[in-house]
């Protein structure tokens, strides 16, 4: 069974910094497109971050272009989503995914998902 474990959510100001990290249990992920997506109340799900497995990052929204960034230890089954210069507009529930493959932004196309991380940010 194969379990994505998300970590490092909280409270942050405006401007300030966090680290996420999702490890994943059950299956190595050297085969998997992994992706960072956030959800905000009454709004979708959105892709904002995404790395292919040797480690080069391949897709990111607009929105957190610049001030996001994605890293991948495959020996360690980890990817990490280091958030800089964070926005009131980036408070949300930030869930790590796994799809086998190649890049892709669209929700149903992974296979795999964590629980889910509170991040907020204050003005």
């Known amino acids: 069974q194969v379990q994505l474990v998300e970590s490092g959510g909280g409270l942050v100001q405006t401007g300030g910094s966090l680290r996420l990290s999702c490890t994943v249990f059950g299956r190595t992920i050297n085969d998997y497109y992994m992706g960072w997506f956030r959800q905000s109340p009454g709004k979708e799900r959105e892709f904002i971050i995404g790395?292919?497995?040797?480690?080069?990052?391949?897709g990111y929204a607009d929105s957190v272009k610049g001030r996001f960034t994605i890293s991948r230890e495959n020996a360690k089954n980890t990817v990490d989503l280091q958030m800089n210069s964070l926005k009131p507009e980036d408070t949300a529930v930030y869930y790590c995914?796994?799809?086998?493959?190649?890049?892709?932004?669209?929700?149903?196309?992974?296979?795999?998902w964590g629980q889910g991380t509170q991040v907020t940010v204050s003005s």
């Open positions: 790395i292919n497995w040797p480690g080069i990052s391949t």
């Open positions: 995914a796994a799809r086998q493959g190649f890049y892709s932004d669209v929700v149903r196309s992974y296979d795999y």
